[in-house]
């Protein structure tokens, strides 16, 4: 079975310009999650979705940060602009309902560096 | 929200077994225990999770005592191949709501010398 793919692997931009991570999840998986990895420190949520829904984006900075699922599959996530500290790894996870909500599978990550 | 602490880092050697504790003294009555492991330039992978006593699979256990304010998870015969972070979450069952439980923490940083 594919695992969690992501897309691209690493992206360098320079600050100020856009930039869009893809992620698609396990088949089946309805809950998708978008994590910040910054270096030294474990994943922070950044949003999580239930099929096509958003059901916690408090981490999102939403003046920066978008995302969206359409049609509960594959998801996308954008900064515009980015800025020098969103430098980091943007990890996105899929589970399964009836798996528990820490049991999560994760992809490898886009590493995202802001010149 | 439970809030975990584990220490930063360990060492150990080649066939021995590890434990790490983590602390969570807020855990909420319907919180499990979970564990991830993270290698370098990869995403966290679930090793085990449990509610209570103990919980053993083919990779680790996970030993909770009866006040379910901490738990340990244990390595057997750790190879070099373990060395890792290794994050404790503590957090509610798949509710279809809400976001608690989802919250890492700065792990623990596992070295295992020959």
């Known amino acids: 079975e594919a695992g969690v793919v992501q897309s691209p692997r690493y992206k360098i931009i320079e600050k100020k310009q856009p930039v869009a991570f893809w992620c698609n999840p396990i088949?089946?998986?309805?809950?998708l999650y978008w994590y910040l990895q910054n270096l030294g420190q474990g994943p922070e949520l950044l949003i999580r979705?239930?099929?096509?829904?958003?059901?916690?984006d408090s981490q999102l900075p939403k003046d920066r940060f978008s995302a969206e699922r359409l049609k509960g599959v594959d998801s996308t996530l954008k900064i515009q602009p980015a800025e020098l500290g969103d430098s980091a790894v943007y990890l996105c996870?899929?589970?399964?309902?009836?798996?528990?909500?820490?049991?999560?599978?994760f992809g490898p990550g886009t590493r995202l560096t802001v010149l | 929200l439970a809030k975990t602490t584990q220490p930063i880092s360990m060492d150990s050697y080649e066939g021995q077994e590890v434990n790490i504790t983590c602390s969570h003294n807020n855990i909420a009555t319907n919180d499990y225990i979970t564990w991830y492991q993270q290698f370098p330039s990869q995403g966290p992978r679930f090793i085990i999770q449990g509610y209570k006593t103990k919980v053993t699979n083919e990779v680790a256990s996970l030993f909770i005592p009866a006040d379910r304010k901490s738990s340990t998870l244990s390595l057997p015969r750790v190879s070099l191949s373990d060395t890792a972070v290794y994050y404790c979450l503590v957090g509610p069952p798949y509710s279809g709501g809400g976001a608690d439980g989802l919250t890492f923490g700065k792990g623990t940083h596992l070295i295992i010398q020959p």
């Open positions: 088949s089946g998986h309805n809950t």
């Open positions: 996870a899929s589970s399964s309902p009836g798996q528990g909500i820490n049991e999560q599978f």
């Open positions: 979705y239930e099929n096509e829904e958003a059901v916690d």
